[in-house]
């Protein structure tokens, strides 16, 4: 269905393997991103959740940082939570320096340590149409600003957890850990195929 998109994601740290599965069970063409050759030829780029502190420090140690923000504004990237952080504006630790991608501040691990994990569905606008996801949040994110230019796809407890601005997607949440393809699918159509 997808095959004619190729699209990168970062492994450097995180939960990468789970997005790879998931291209490739919409027949995405998927490429783990480890150094600055990987780069090339991508259509799109997910940044995994994980430890956003590792992976600011693993960009500049593989002295990936300028290609990949490049690549960032200019085809269609997602982030999930240590993405989300990535991707930023703002980001409340300095040992983080975000790529400055979407226009939103975010503060880390908001949402409590590892034990206050939960699942949940949430409601998301998609494509003008509600639609239910499966979430789950580990040591997620909390968006405390929202720029003019960014659209709040959902929220959940009146904060915004999905957002969008131009190519870019980020959510506080995980959908990848469950059967949920939903939101890879928007991702795919709505972002890499546009930004091309």
């Not at 600011?56 to 593989?62: E, G, I, K």
């Not at 409590?112 to 949940?120: A, I, K, L, N, Y």
């Not at 569905?121 to 405390?144: D, H, Q, T, Y």
Request: proline share 3%; aromatic share 6%; hydrophobic share 40%.
């Amino acid at each position: 269905m997808y095959s004619h998109l190729t699209v990168g994601v970062l492994a450097l740290q995180g939960d990468f393997e789970r997005h790879l599965f998931r291209l490739s069970l919409l027949n995405a063409n998927a490429r783990e991103v480890r150094a600055l050759p990987d780069l090339e030829g991508l259509d799109g780029l997910i940044i995994p959740g994980g430890e956003s502190t590792t992976m600011n420090l693993l960009l500049d140690r593989f002295g990936m940082r300028s290609k990949l923000q490049e690549l960032c504004r200019q085809k269609g990237v997602w982030g999930t939570c240590a993405g989300m952080i990535m991707l930023a504006q703002e980001v409340d630790d300095e040992r983080v320096k975000p790529l400055q991608v979407i226009d939103i501040s975010v503060k880390r691990n908001a949402y409590g340590r590892q034990v206050d994990s939960f699942h949940t569905e949430v409601r998301a606008e998609l494509n003008g149409k509600p639609s239910l996801l499966s979430a789950s949040f580990i040591r997620a994110p909390i968006v405390s600003r929202v720029g003019k230019g960014v659209k709040i796809l959902s929220e959940h407890n009146g904060k915004p957890i999905l957002l969008i601005q131009n190519n870019c997607l980020v959510s506080s949440f995980h959908t990848e850990l469950d059967e949920d393809l939903t939101l890879t699918k928007y991702y795919l159509e709505n972002l890499v195929s546009v930004f091309k």
